[in-house]
């Protein structure tokens, strides 16, 4: 039988803090998403010049849509307000918890491994937190391929008596919420990280009808460095 590994309880409570965090955001993605979709429903396109969305420039010019001049109808102008105010409160909520992450980050059981994380372009307090906390004991990794099986960023296989061994989609196995924070510290690092930006361009260029796959690579080598310094941290900690 294989072995499994259980968190233990200061584990499974700090996930709690970082997995409300988490949750937090999806929904204030979710709420962004119905703004944009009832934006476009009611045909309204964002002036050009206004910049990218979710500015503070682009934030004002929505609360214009809900006031009474707008080209919206009555029902949209209602709606746009509504989740506005929703997606205000999210924000606030998100506020609250990043204060309410900070003293975990800080104490003893993570402190070392936090500042080691955090030098790293791209990577912040939440997604160092959430790297910790998913993956636990990180000794109980091997090495780099185990890492990257745990977190679901390696190819299925595909093989019979009749066929040889094709690879297919990624497993997506272990923790979605660490596959997505592990995803949107990839892309600052592409933008910020020169060595992650040249990974980058070389496997877009091997492969343009495939780009997927050259961020999916750019995360996992992201994923096995957050290892190694993890590791690292845990060794020097217990020497």
Not at 59 to 87: D, F, I, K, M
Not at 107 to 114: E, F, K, L, M
């Given at each position: 039988?294989p072995?499994v590994?259980?968190?233990?309880l200061q584990?499974?409570?700090?996930?709690?803090?970082?997995r409300?965090r988490?949750?937090?955001?999806?929904k204030?993605?979710?709420?962004?998403?119905?703004?944009?979709?009832?934006?476009?429903?009611?045909?309204i396109?964002?002036?050009?010049?206004?910049?990218?969305?979710?500015?503070?420039?682009?934030?004002?010019?929505?609360?214009?849509?809900?006031?009474?001049?707008?080209p919206?109808?009555y029902?949209?102008?209602?709606?746009?307000?509504s989740?506005?105010?929703?997606?205000?409160?999210?924000?606030e909520?998100?506020?609250?918890?990043?204060?309410?992450?900070e003293?975990?980050?800080?104490s003893p059981?993570?402190?070392?491994?936090?500042?080691?994380?955090t030098?790293?372009k791209?990577?912040?307090l939440?997604t160092?937190?959430?790297?910790?906390?998913?993956l636990?004991?990180?000794?109980?990794?091997?090495?780099?391929r185990?890492?990257?099986?745990?977190?679901?960023?390696?190819?299925?296989?595909?093989?019979?008596g009749e066929?040889?061994?094709?690879?297919?989609?990624?497993?997506?196995?272990?923790?979605?919420?660490?596959r997505?924070?592990?995803?949107?510290?990839?892309?600052?690092?592409?933008?910020?990280?020169?060595?992650?930006?040249?990974?980058?361009?070389?496997?877009?260029?091997?492969?343009?009808?495939?780009?997927?796959i050259?961020?999916?690579?750019?995360?996992?080598?992201?994923?096995?460095?957050?290892?190694?310094?993890?590791?690292?941290?845990?060794?020097r900690?217990?020497?």
């Amino acid at each position: 039988m294989p072995a499994v590994w259980v968190p233990d309880l200061q584990t499974r409570d700090d996930r709690e803090a970082v997995r409300a965090r988490l949750d937090v955001g999806k929904k204030a993605s979710t709420v962004k998403a119905q703004i944009q979709m009832l934006l476009k429903r009611g045909g309204i396109e964002k002036p050009e010049g206004l910049g990218n969305n979710w500015t503070q420039d682009y934030r004002q010019w929505l609360a214009g849509l809900g006031g009474e001049e707008s080209p919206l109808g009555y029902g949209a102008r209602t709606a746009v307000n509504s989740l506005r105010r929703q997606l205000e409160a999210l924000e606030e909520e998100m506020r609250r918890l990043d204060r309410a992450l900070e003293p975990v980050g800080a104490s003893p059981r993570y402190a070392a491994q936090v500042e080691a994380l955090t030098d790293l372009k791209g990577v912040r307090l939440l997604t160092a937190l959430v790297f910790l906390t998913e993956l636990g004991d990180v000794r109980r990794f091997e090495n780099r391929r185990q890492v990257g099986a745990y977190v679901g960023l390696v190819p299925s296989s595909h093989e019979s008596g009749e066929q040889a061994d094709r690879k297919g989609h990624i497993t997506r196995q272990g923790s979605g919420r660490l596959r997505k924070v592990l995803c949107q510290a990839t892309w600052a690092r592409i933008r910020h990280d020169a060595g992650t930006r040249l990974l980058h361009q070389r496997l877009v260029r091997k492969n343009p009808k495939k780009k997927k796959i050259a961020v999916v690579a750019c995360m996992r080598q992201l994923a096995i460095l957050m290892w190694h310094k993890t590791v690292s941290c845990v060794a020097r900690v217990a020497g």
